[in-house]
């Protein structure tokens, strides 16, 4: 059932549903998480023709979404109000799942009619608020019912309590001879969950078992999933590895195998080798194993729901699910997994290509640049420290501060690390143009060009427009670095070593500044004087993102 979990977790706080409530998008929200993110708007832009009325949630009409849709048609995460309403002097809040909420504006005073809330009740909806579909962006603006109107999900709400209650069954002692008890901690090194009297017996805190770590059984579990790939020994020879891959026989093979074995006379390529080139389907392959998960989860809820015993609830969200049913089906047979290489794994060198890029090599370029924050330049809400190698800041709003040095040819590396990030802000990293804005976050304008990222994914801005929505985010200890390359007009990003998305930007010319922007919910370090990255200089970055 852990594959149902996603099912189970409301879109916008990321933890289980709890009274959750049905949209009229057929949606699910929790009812506290539906107060959070209501938007009230102004009388002009709600007349009574397009405000819910009638007796069933199929009577709500949905605003238009060029008017109210709090997201940009890229589905940038960056979320703006469409000129509606003012600015929020407030922050927006991020929930897990990467939707903002923004705090609700101050109610409108209400008419003297309306009736008093009961005792003990929530406080009444404003009226004109408009609630948005964190899933579908569709909008609507409620009618004086407010979230009343929308019926309760009881069959999805009996669902996640059996699901909790399955998960809360405790670990039990593998060690215990009759009826196990509750486990206390778990082994990382014998891989084993022990109850307290099974430990104390079977794993004294002496000897060489004294070295071994043991952790809470929950974290057992979890590492247990994550486990580490043990080294892969022949099966002909057992005490060697495998080292090389016999291209006939299509199989890993060891050093032994081709002295004494069949494979002696085969054609034989290094097993990392082979294993890279068989990595270019890992794209794919993740894309297929996300549809499975999810669709197994689909499944796996489909089944709880079934359980159920409750006609009207059921009948409230048949149609929906059998909907989901069948486009999901549909997906599964639009295509196959189909590897992009040919079966001839045809590794010929070339080395053409090689030698050209050798003969353009400029040495002075790649020379690595000193350079600091640039507290002249910097928004007054910026706080500098550290020898202005690190900033923070001191405002709710993004602020930006440019590095002290800019360039105009060469290759250019610098890395920035997170010291503190709280509540998923998304700061934003790149190089900008001297009269950047400084009050707005980086990219806002035709002045900067940025990769602004949050705990979940990230997106390249410039001119406001944002583009390649790419998945992985950024937490505490997390290093961002930032490859401008002149040679070839490039901007790139990356996120632990690993390259993010594709080349962020091209066509770059001129003199660029080192960038940032954050509010007060991050503090960054910067590092400079660092060499290129090896995977640009043995190689060549693609614009699709991986390395050639």
């Not at 589905?75 to 705090?103: A, H, I, L, M, W």
């Not at 603006?141 to 998960?167: A, H, T």
């Not at 070295?211 to 929950?218: D, F, I, S, T």
């Amino acid at each position: 059932m852990d594959e149902m979990e996603e099912e189970l977790k409301c879109p916008v706080c990321g933890s289980f549903f709890r009274e959750p409530i049905i949209l009229p998008c057929t949606h699910n929200i929790c009812q506290a998480c539906a107060r959070n993110i209501l938007v009230q708007t102004p009388d002009a832009e709600s007349p009574q023709s397009s405000r819910a009325s009638g007796s069933g949630v199929s009577d709500y009409d949905y605003l238009d979404l060029d008017k109210m849709s709090l997201y940009s048609e890229a589905d940038s995460g960056y979320g703006s109000y469409g000129g509606f309403v003012s600015t929020p002097t407030t922050p927006c809040q991020k929930s897990p799942n990467g939707v903002r909420v923004f705090p609700p504006s101050a109610p409108h005073p209400q008419p003297e009619h309306h009736l008093l809330p009961q005792p003990g009740s929530l406080p009444p909806i404003p009226r004109n608020s408009c609630i948005t579909c964190p899933q579908c962006h569709r909008s609507l603006i409620l009618d004086e019912r407010g979230l009343r109107g929308f019926p309760k999900n009881r069959v999805l709400e009996g669902v996640v309590d059996r699901y909790q209650q399955s998960k809360a069954a405790a670990l039990k002692c593998q060690l215990c001879e009759k009826s196990p008890k509750e486990a206390t901690v778990m082994c990382e090194q014998c891989d084993v969950f022990y109850c307290d009297p099974c430990r104390l017996r079977c794993h004294p805190p002496r000897g060489p078992l004294a070295k071994h770590r043991l952790v809470p059984p929950a974290q057992g579990r979890i590492s247990r999933r994550a486990s580490p790939r043990k080294t892969s020994t022949c099966t002909e020879h057992e005490l060697e590895n495998l080292s090389m891959y016999c291209v006939q026989c299509k199989m890993p093979v060891c050093y032994q195998c081709l002295e004494e074995g069949k494979h002696g006379t085969h054609e034989v390529k290094a097993l990392g080798a082979m294993w890279k080139l068989h990595k270019v389907v890992r794209d794919q392959i993740s894309h297929c194993t996300v549809k499975l998960r999810q669709t197994t989860g689909l499944m796996e809820y489909c089944m709880e729901v079934i359980k159920e015993n409750d006609p009207s609830g059921f009948l409230q969200i048949s149609d929906a699910l059998i909907r989901r049913v069948h486009v999901t089906e549909g997906q599964w047979g639009k295509g196959t997994l189909t590897p992009r290489m040919n079966s001839d794994f045809d590794l010929t060198l070339d080395s053409g290509p090689l030698l050209q890029t050798i003969h353009q090599l400029d040495f002075v370029q790649m020379k690595v640049a000193w350079f600091t924050f640039d507290p002249a330049s910097a928004h007054q809400d910026i706080v500098l420290s550290n020898d202005n190698l690190t900033v923070s800041c001191n405002s709710y709003d993004d602020r930006v501060v440019m590095g002290n040095s800019a360039f105009s040819r060469g290759v250019h590396y610098w890395e920035m690390t997170v010291d503190r990030y709280d509540n998923h802000p998304d700061p934003a990293f790149g190089v900008a143009r001297a009269d950047v804005l400084k009050d707005v976050m980086l990219g806002k304008d035709d002045k900067a060009w940025a990769m602004y990222v949050d705990n979940n994914r990230s997106w390249f801005m410039h001119n406001n427009s944002h583009t390649n929505r790419t998945d992985g985010g950024i937490g505490k200890g997390a290093t961002i670095g930032i490859l401008l390359d002149f040679t070839r007009g490039i901007l790139i990003f990356l996120i632990n070593d690993e390259q993010q998305g594709p080349v962020a930007f091209e066509a770059l010319e001129g003199v660029y500044y080192p960038a940032i922007s954050l509010n007060r919910n991050v503090q960054i370090t910067l590092h400079t004087g660092l060499p290129i990255p090896d995977f640009y200089t043995t190689g060549e970055a693609d614009p699709t993102g991986s390395v050639c």
